[in-house]
């Protein structure tokens, strides 16, 4: 018997139960019709499921349209079952485990079209390092960011030095030219917003020279966990995201 609605106050849950209830009625039982209706409303809401939501499911509005389909789609119930299963477990998955963070991919689309041979690339191999090899992903992270100022100062024409400069320095330069500096506003919270800004890039850059790989380590130095890399990673992604977005409304 399917679990009251009413009771169910995550999206996993919600998920499963939407999975439960076509499985129903694809074999033949009876269930809600606004079951169907408030949970694929609710789930094609949210902008995190887009690529995760089957089509039928944006197709198909109410539990009748998806009976006509998958009745039309499929003779049997055991591949009727089989097709659902398969269908809705990549959202499943997505909520159970949160492997892929929220921002990643609008991160990923704006650093692929910023700099596609260079910038883009290091924030696939920080995503697909965090795990199996944290230090490396820290040093990835850092390099992202290093990148995303240099790429800015050079379209800006700011002279710097191009081989031996700190992050720090670097996001110095960045946030002067973009009107980012704590120092160029009044507004207490812009002030103190900015600063937490400027803190993320200097404690990322002491991370990276602390736990990252690129100047070898104690054997007796701590090593950094997969979430001190997704941390970096993330926060190295979501400044990228914010440095490049504030570089395109000054260009236009």
Known sequence: MLTEIEFINND??????????????????EVDKNHYIQIRQHIIANPNYAE??????????????????????????????VFLNEELNPLLEYLETKQTLPPAKSIDEVLSKFDSDGIHFAWQKALERKTQDPEGAITISRSILESVCKHILHAKNIEFNETNIEISELYRLTSKELNLSPDQHTEKIFKQILGGCSGIINGLGSLRNKHGDAHGSSPRAVKPKPRHAELAVNLAGTMSLFLISTYKSTET
């Open 12 to 29: 996993f849950d919600r998920v499963e139960y939407f999975q439960n209830l076509v499985q129903t009625r694809a074999t033949g039982g």
């Open 52 to 81: 995760l939501i089957p089509s039928w499911v944006k197709r198909n509005r109410n539990i009748d349209q998806f009976w006509q389909f998958i009745k039309n789609k499929f003779p049997t119930y055991a591949e009727r079952r």
